[in-house]
């Protein structure tokens, strides 16, 4: 069974940083495209940052330049490195893995981390 546990949320102060870390267990990792994704209160989730199993990046607009993503299939980790953090980033932080095989699409998600960006 596949299972994302996601670590590292928390309160910090407008500007700060936090580093989000994301552990699958059950699967062959490095296989799994992995994403970030986030929901703002009373927004719909959107996705944040991705990370193919090749190791291409790509970020949302809103979070170019302060936030950077990074993989450790050895670890099967997937990071969030958050820097210059805004109130508008508050949000609860979710862990996303997909593959597409055999036409078949299996995604999973963790439970999700909480991020509050307050003075």
């Known amino acids: 069974q596949v299972q994302l546990v996601e670590s590292g949320g928390g309160l910090v102060q407008p500007g700060g940083s936090l580093r989000l870390s994301c552990v699958g267990t059950?699967?062959?990792?490095?296989?799994?495209?992995m994403g970030w994704y986030r929901q703002g209160p009373g927004k719909q989730r959107e996705l944040v940052a991705d990370?193919?199993?090749?190791?291409?990046?790509s970020y949302a607009d809103f979070v170019k330049g302060r936030f950077s993503i990074s993989r450790d299939n050895a670890k099967n980790t997937v990071s969030l490195q958050m820097n210059s953090l805004k109130p508008e980033d508050t949000a609860v932080y979710y862990c996303n893995s997909v593959r597409t095989w055999r036409s078949r699409r299996y995604e999973y998600w963790g439970m999700g981390t909480q991020v509050t960006v307050s003075s």
């Open positions: 059950g699967t062959i990792f490095n296989l799994y495209d």
């Open positions: 990370i193919s199993s090749g190791g291409a990046l």
